[in-house]
Every structure is written in C-alpha cells, then in structure tokens.
C-alpha cells in the first residue's frame, strides 16, 4: 500500500487501514522472531539513532533488539535531563544527528511534543517517537493492538476495559485512539481525579465503577499507578486505590471468560494489578513484550525498507 | 509643525463618521476638525481617502522586557514595534527585573520613552513590593511620578487582604489596580486549556475556574470596597460571564481581552503537532470560549482589546512545546489579527465598537490626565492611528521591530491593517506617501 506517514509521531491522523497494514507487516516479523537465526538483511546499511532522553529499559531494548534483527546500524545516543538545562538543545542534536546521516531517530522525551519538534528540524530522518510526557507513546499502542489482533482476531465490536491513571498516561490516550480506530469500544475506569476532562472526545467513555466497567470486557487494560501521584493527593491511598479500582480475580470474573488481561509494564503487584492475574492465564503481560519486537521491526520495515516511496 | 490630514473617515473615539474630514495638527496638538481646511501653512499634507482616521490606538497590556530583559525586547525595539502595528502609546507591565517597584524606576521608564521614535510608553507599577505579592509597593509615590496602572501582572495578587488593601489604598491616587486572574494553586504545573487540549496532549489542563474564582473574588471585593478593579487577559466564557454578571450590578469592573484569545484556539496547538509558538498563559482555550468573548465584546462586557505582547528570545520559544517559554508576541500584527477576525466572523460587532476597543475603552482605564487619548477633538494630544480595512499584508515575523522572531501570524495573509500612526504630533509609522508639503 501507499504508505503516506512520514513519522510515526502519533497515532491522531492514522486510519484503520494503516493500523491493519501495520499489524500484517508484524505477524511475518514475529514469524522470524521463531527462527534459529533471526537476523535479516533488510535494513543493511541503515543508520538507526536511538535517543532516550528519559530512563526506558523495556522500550529502549525493544527498539535496539528490532533495529539489530534487521541489521541497521545502531547507535545509542546517551543523552541527559531537559534540552533546555544544560548541554545543547534538542534543536543542536536534531542537526548533529542529521549531519552524522542518521535514516531513522527513535526518540524518548519527557516533554510533550518533543518527537514534533524533532520532526519538525528534521529534513530527511524518519522520527518514531518511543513516548513523548503524557502525550503519545504509538508503538506501544500499535504492539497492544498486534498482541490483542493475533489472540482474538479482528477487534470490531471488542470491549476494552482500561483501568487506572489515564490522565498522566501516554500509553492510555495512544492506545484509547488505537483501539477505538479498529472499531473497539473502550471504557475507562479509575478515580475521576485521575481521568483527563474530555474522554469522549478521545472516543472513550468513563465508568467510575470497576464492575461495571469489566463487564463483558474482552480486553482488560491496566495501567500503572504512581506512589508519587499519591503524594500529590491525586488519590488518598496506594492501599485504597487497590481496594476500590486493584484488578484481581475477583473483579476478572464480570469479563468474558477468555477476556484478555494487558499491562504496558513495569507491573506493581498489588496495586493496579494482583499477582493472581497477572500471572494467570489471561495475562498476556509477555505476549506484549514480544509483540513488541515484531511491531517495531515492522514499523522500522515500513519506513526504512525501500517499501515507500 | 503643522501636518495636514485630508479626507479621512472620522472615527473620533465612539462614532464612525462616513464623510470625509480633515485634521490639522500643530505641534502636537489636534488644532482644527473639520472639512476643506486649507493646506497654506502645512508642513506635510496625508490624503487619507478610503481610510479610517482614528485616536492613536491604545495597548493596556505589553510586555517590553525593560529593564533587565532586553534580549527579548527594550523600550525602543518595543516602541518602534508598537508603532508599526499601530499603538500609539503602550502600557508596558512592570514584571521586569528588577520588578518596577518603585518611584525611580517609573521616571526612567517615561524618560526613556521620550527618547524612542515610536509609540508613546505609559509605564505601569506593581501592586506589591518587589512584585513579591506581600506588601504593598510605594503606590503613592509612583502615582505621583507618572504609573497609570498597579498590577503584579505575570502573577496574580494571591493574598486576598492584600488586594483589598491595594484597592483601599490606590483609590485615592486615580490609578487603577489591574489584577492578572489566576487561582495559582489551580494552575500549578498547567500548560494548556484544561479541555480538549489537554485531553490529547497529556499536558497539565488549566481550568477556566483557575480564572473564574480569581474573577468572582476580586468582584467581591471591589463591591466591598467601592473601588473600581480592571482584570486583564480575561480568556474564558464562565470570567466573561463573571464580569457580565458584576457590571449588572453595577460593581465598577472592567476587563480586557488580548488578539490570541480572540482569534486562536487549543485545536491549533493539537493541530500544529505542539508547536511553542501557541504556548501562553492563559492557555488559548476552546472554539466556544472565543466566541464567548467576541460575544462580550459585543454586548459591552468588554472593555478593551490589549496585546499581552509577551516577547522570547528565540532560543527561550523554540523548543518542545512542554518546554517552550509561555507568551505570545503579537503587537506588529495584533490590530491586523483583530480586524480580520472580525472580518472572518462575519462582522459580528459595528466597526466603531471593536475600534473604541483599542482607543476611548483603554484611555477610560487611565488616570484622569491621559483619557484625552481615547478621543480626537480640538486641543487633545495629535496621537492618531490610521486604518485601511481593505489593505492586505502577509505578516513577516522576520522583519518586525520587534525583537521577537516567532508568532502564531507569521506566513498569514490579513485584512486591514493600521497604515499610518502619529505619536505627539510626528509620524511614527507611515506607509502612506506624503502628497506635498515640507515648506
């Protein structure tokens, strides 16, 4: 297909058609995550830049295990604190980048609109953004669509049931505006302190009771809960916060029987989510990890691998 | 000096007259109004048919960064913008550093001012102390050196019995007190309208009840007092309907609200991938708050337009939006930005409504001796704004006066645009040839 994205930045103009393009390109990538030898040859002589401004393991290894399989070149960029302390600004590193050749920079910011601006000074590189402040975090919403998709199949007319600290979390609004584009209802849930005022224009809506939220859910999506939203009396109590909106068996029984549980990661057992799912048989916690590779080696695919124009 | 202005429309600070009327000025005064005044003894004569010839417009509300900022604008790069987007006097805020606490610190304003060629500079005082929101800074003293206004503007004045007491206070002294309405313990950390904008983006939403309570407070104490309170900035629907509601009851309230509020919205931040350049406080807020205060303006709530021209150095704006400095620099295109609007909504107010706006609305809100300025009538001050509502412009950020080189405008195509303005009696701005004169 005609693929007519430049960056992957967010996920707000992208249609259906893209999301699906996405999610096949993934299931041939996860197919060679089973072989012997996993590497191929499709970004040979490509320059990959990751560069993570905040701490990231996961999505860092993630995009450096996708970048090796398909052979670019990869370069860390270790780089500090805010553009605007001390060092050079995220407009200098922009151009450095770009003089040094770099086809591709995977971005990781804590300010909201850093992957933008990056594209913005940008000329030739490709951007993926690997999660910019609350804003947006598109592969992590793509690579929840991919696990969800490869489980259950098309997800038109699915129930999500999204649980937790929506208002500070990129992976909510990335993966609220993913689902919904696929057809799939989603129905947030947690404290109204921790949701952002305007859910249905995301195309969500909000049921402050959990049970009612999971009922008939297919897809159960819990988000982490912060200690240091606590301490600033978003909500009373980590203890509280497990007793009233903590996901546990007990509250996994109101869900489809073969309902999927999902987490983005790092877990905090016995807050958002009890150990008892999480480790059950529902979980597909691991799945998205690996969901994870295959997406962005598609992704990375797509942009890098002479497919485009 | 004797300058000839021949054939205007007259807009003589509340009617828009449609026939053609001359103006003489003579040494900085308006001398004569009326028609055919002969040319014999003009210096310069202007034929300014098909344009509005209006009091020199008036901005309550400008930041010049002087002193101590003036990598981002002074006096004379602020002056000459001014001027070029047709102010004739500026009123610029004291939140500079040092903060303009004092007496001394307002005579080097206005002295400065004299020396710059382009908008007059009115200078405004804090309200407390260093600006520091504790005591009240020597008012009295500053009144008496030429501050047209007390305001702590960059933030507001948190402490209530404060305020009560600036009011208290500055009442005698005919300046009025001009409050910044924000509710800080709301907007701690905010950075876009507590909406939509803040829905997509994650980023901190401020809540138009940040400005709202801040409203309904000073309103209360202002009926409590008796003394008159101005709230500038005034951005969202529920502080429109706030001051709406206390004029209805006769409270001595006024407000103003700036170009960006009136034209921009959070969909633009969203839309333009968080773009810096839209940063400001308070936020651009949503679709229906603008037209809440195009409303305002009018049904009379309004009682000014004013710039907030907050200008950056580049290196402070361009930068990731959560990053990017708050403020928006408008004042070379602010008038233009307005009328087109205006345009663009389908005229929803009489042109001499939005033009008294900018020229008797501001000059009410001054001390006793500068409301002259609102007004064109024999033996009032020659500050004159000349309009073209048909001129066409592309605003070119690069080339203004103004050391600010990013805004909102920048690439945009308007519709009517100041032309000319005359500060004192000189031609500040000119884009208009002159038809003869120079005996």
Same mark, same amino acid.
């Given at each position: 297909?005609?693929w007519k994205?430049r ?8 249609e259906?058609?893209d999301?699906?393009?996405?999610l096949e390109q ?5 197919e ?6 996993k ?7 490509k320059?990959?830049?990751n ?10 290894v ?15 960029w ?5 553009s ?7 407009r ?7 003089a ?15 992957a933008d601006y990056?594209?913005?000074?940008l ?5 993926f ?33 999204m649980i ?9 609004r ?14 947030l849930?947690?404290?109204?302190t921790?949701?952002?005022?305007s859910?249905?224009a ?7 009771n ?7 859910a297919?897809?159960i999506?819990?988000?982490r ?6 301490d600033e009396?978003?909500f ?21 029987p ?13 807050v958002?989510?009890?150990?008892d ?8 916690i691991?799945?998205q990890?690996?969901?994870?590779v ?16 | 000096?004797k ?14 007259s449609?026939e053609?009327?001359d103006?003489?000025?003579e040494d @900085? ?7 055919g ?10 034929n ?16 010049l ?5 003036e990598?981002?604008e002074d ?9 070029a ?6 009123v ?19 002295e400065?001012g004299?020396e ?15 600006r520091?929101?504790?005591t ?8 008496? !050196? ?5 305001t ?31 509710d ?13 904008c ?31 309170i ?6 969202a ?34 839309g333009?991938?968080?773009d810096g350049?839209?940063?400001v406080?308070?936020p651009?807020?949503?679709a ?11 049904d ?13 150095h580049?290196?402070e704006k ?6 990017s400095?708050?403020?928006? !620099?408008s004042l ?13 909504r ?6 001499e409504?939005?033009?008294?706006l900018?020229?008797? @609305?501001p ?10 300025l609102?007004?064109? !009538?024999?033996g ?9 509502p048909a ?14 080189r990013?805004?909102?405008?920048n ?6 645009w ?5 500060v004192?009696g ?14």
């Amino acid at each position: 297909m005609e693929w007519k994205h430049r960056h992957v930045l967010d996920l707000d103009t992208w249609e259906r058609p893209d999301l699906q393009h996405i999610l096949e390109q993934a299931r041939s990538m996860d197919e060679l995550l089973d072989r012997p030898i996993k590497k191929v040859p499709a970004l040979r002589g490509k320059l990959v830049v990751n560069l993570f401004f905040e701490a990231s393991t996961r999505t860092r290894v993630s995009f450096e295990l996708a970048e090796k399989f398909l052979s670019a070149d990869v370069v860390n960029w270790s780089a500090s604190g805010s553009s605007t302390g001390k060092g050079e600004t995220l407009r200098d590193t922009a151009w450095t980048l770009e003089a040094m050749g770099a086809d591709a920079v995977v971005i990781r910011h804590g300010a909201v609109g850093a992957a933008d601006y990056l594209a913005r000074k940008l000329k030739k590189s490709v951007v993926f953004n690997g999660g910019d402040g609350a804003h947006s975090h598109p592969t992590q919403a793509l690579l929840d669509l991919y696990t969800a998709w490869k489980k259950i199949g098309p997800l038109e007319g699915k129930k999500v049931a999204m649980i937790g600290d929506v208002l500070h979390s990129r992976v909510a609004r990335s993966d609220i505006i993913a689902f919904s584009k696929m057809g799939s209802s989603v129905v947030l849930s947690g404290p109204a302190t921790l949701m952002p005022r305007s859910v249905e224009a995301l195309g969500a809506t909000y049921d402050e009771n959990p049970r009612s939220a999971v009922r008939d859910a297919d897809i159960i999506y819990l988000l982490r809960i912060q200690k240091e939203r606590q301490d600033e009396g978003m909500f009373p109590s980590l203890d509280e916060y497990h007793q009233l909106f903590g996901f546990d068996a007990a509250l996994l029984k109101h869900a489809r029987p073969d309902a999927l549980v999902m987490h983005p990661g790092p877990i905090n057992r016995g807050v958002e989510i009890a150990s008892d799912v999480a480790d059950g048989s529902q979980s597909m916690i691991l799945g998205q990890v690996r969901s994870g590779v295959a997406i962005r080696m598609a992704l990375l695919f797509v942009y890098l691998g002479g497919v485009r124009q | 000096m004797k300058i000839l202005f021949r054939n205007g429309l007259l807009f003589d600070g509340t009617t828009l007259s449609c026939e053609k009327t001359d103006i003489l000025t003579e040494d @900085g005064i308006i001398s004569r109004i009326g028609k055919g005044i002969d040319d014999e003894g003009a210096n310069e004569v202007y034929n300014l048919s098909g344009l509005i010839l209006s009091p020199g417009f008036i901005d309550l509300h400008c930041h010049l960064r002087d002193p101590g900022q003036e990598w981002r604008e002074d006096l004379l790069s602020g002056s000459r913008a001014g001027a070029a987007g047709g102010f004739s006097t500026l009123v610029c805020m004291p939140n500079t550093d040092p903060p303009v606490d004092n007496a001394a610190l307002i005579r080097y304003l206005l002295e400065k001012g004299e020396e710059c060629e382009g908008s007059r500079i009115l200078p405004s005082g804090c309200l407390s102390r260093e600006r520091a929101g504790k005591t009240l800074a020597e008012m009295g003293k500053m009144a008496i !050196a030429g501050a047209v206004i007390f305001t702590d503007d960059g933030s507001p004045v948190s402490d209530t019995n404060l305020l009560r007491l600036a009011l208290l206070y500055s009442s005698r002294l005919g300046v009025r007190v001009m409050e910044h309405p924000e509710d800080r313990s709301l907007t701690s950390g905010a950075q876009v309208n507590d909406g939509i904008c803040s829905t997509f983006s994650g980023l901190k939403g401020w809540p138009s009840s940040a400005e709202a309570s801040d409203i309904f407070r000073g309103v209360s104490l202002s009926m409590d007092t008796g003394v008159p309170i101005h709230f500038t900035h005034v951005s969202a629907k529920e502080s429109i309907n706030a001051v709406r509601i206390a004029k209805a009851s006769d409270c001595k309230v006024t407000c103003d609200v700036t170009p960006h509020h009136l034209c921009l919205d959070e969909s633009m931040v969203i839309g333009s991938g968080y773009d810096g350049v839209f940063k400001v406080t308070p936020p651009l807020r949503s679709a229906s708050d603008t037209d809440a205060l195009w409303e305002g303006i009018r049904d009379g709530t309004v009682d000014a337009i004013a710039t907030d021209h907050a200008p950056y150095h580049l290196d402070e704006k361009d930068l990731p939006f959560q990053e990017s400095s708050f403020g928006i !620099a408008s004042l070379e295109c602010a008038v233009a930005a307005v009328l087109d609007e205006w345009k663009r909504r389908k005229e929803p107010c009489p042109l001499e409504r939005l033009l008294s706006l900018f020229t008797s @609305g501001p000059a009410r809100l001054l001390p006793e001796k500068w409301r002259t300025l609102g007004l064109i !009538a024999a033996g009032s001050p020659a500050d004159l704004t000349v309009i073209d509502p048909a001129f066409e412009q592309t605003v070119d950020v690069s080339k203004w006066k103004s050391k600010a080189r990013l805004t909102p405008w920048n690439g945009r195509t308007l519709r009517g645009w100041p032309v000319m303005t005359v500060v004192r009696g000189k031609i500040a701005y000119s884009l208009i040839d002159r038809v003869s004169g120079g005996k």
